[in-house]
């Protein structure tokens, strides 16, 4: 498996793991800073996404997590801090869970691990509900995605970062060609539609899954008036022994685009 990543500073090793749709570039606001209070950063493409090997399977968080630890080997590292947004933080869940050993601190980024929930995400929206997350179920069609938008998958990144951000200006539209750029293909579709193909078996790992005993970091916007927030605060704190959550009352969902201080403080305060 080929990772593309981007790296720099020295220090202990802080792994970042991106989103849907984004790719590393996510970070790169908040990359300088981390790097600058002495540490390793190093921001990773996941299988499917962007410069890394897009294979036909192996797209379950578990085994997405599994690739990750292999890449903190090959790099020489025993133990890392890792953070990870939306799937790269389910990522980051398994990763922490699966390899206790390997992990120093992890954060997760406004996105849980699939649990038995998302099969009760409605179809349709539902009155009085602000949020509805249609793609989840449209990106589990097999072969339908990848006809309607190779070519144009700049539309659907328009319309995500249009509905859910409170400063849409914060995702530039240098930003949304190089996020719509690295999946704007059949494969590039493909691939990032089976991290969410997956959710099943994601929920069959996730119960037998013990705690997270590393140090666990909850950082969640307000997307949906607080639905999210109020889904973290609820989940979390049974799903590790050490668990503390932050809430960004005036930030959306890709907040690291969008709020990058607000990351970089509570990461220099968590990660020390």
């Not at 200006?169 to 539609?193: E, M």
């Not at 005993?213 to 049974?238: H, I, K």
Request: glycine share 10%; no cysteine.
């Amino acid at each position: 498996m080929r990772l593309h990543y981007v790296a720099g500073g020295a220090g202990r090793p802080l792994i970042l793991l991106p989103g849907w749709p984004e790719t590393w570039w996510e970070f790169r606001k908040v990359m300088p800073a981390l790097a600058a209070s002495g540490r390793r950063v190093i921001a990773v493409d996941l299988p499917g996404m962007g410069g890394s090997d897009k294979p036909a399977t192996g797209y379950d968080k578990k085994t997405m997590a599994g690739v990750i630890h292999a890449f903190v080997r090959a790099l020489g590292y025993e133990q890392v801090d890792i953070a990870g947004h939306d799937v790269g933080s389910q990522v980051a869940f398994s990763f922490a869970v699966n390899y206790p050993e390997a992990t120093r601190k992890v954060a997760m980024l406004d996105i849980l691990h699939p649990d038995p929930a998302v099969y009760e995400i409605r179809m349709l929206p539902v009155p009085g509900v602000p949020l509805h997350p249609w793609w989840f179920a449209f990106n589990q069609v097999t072969g339908l995605p990848e006809q309607l938008l190779a070519g144009r998958f700049r539309t659907l990144i328009d319309w995500l970062f249009d509905n859910f951000l409170d400063d849409r200006n914060s995702v530039t539209p240098l930003d949304r060609a190089v996020y719509a750029r690295a999946y704007d293909s059949p494969d590039g579709i493909r691939s990032g539609n089976a991290w969410f193909a997956t959710f099943g078996q994601d929920v069959v790992d996730l119960a037998a899954y013990g705690k997270v005993t590393a140090p666990l970091l909850g950082m969640v916007s307000n997307l949906g008036d607080g639905m999210f927030a109020e889904a973290m605060q609820a989940t979390l704190p049974n799903q590790g022994t050490d668990v503390e959550i932050a809430v960004l009352p005036d930030a959306g969902h890709y907040f690291v685009d969008e709020r990058p201080q607000a990351v970089i403080d509570r990461f220099d305060t968590f990660f020390v």
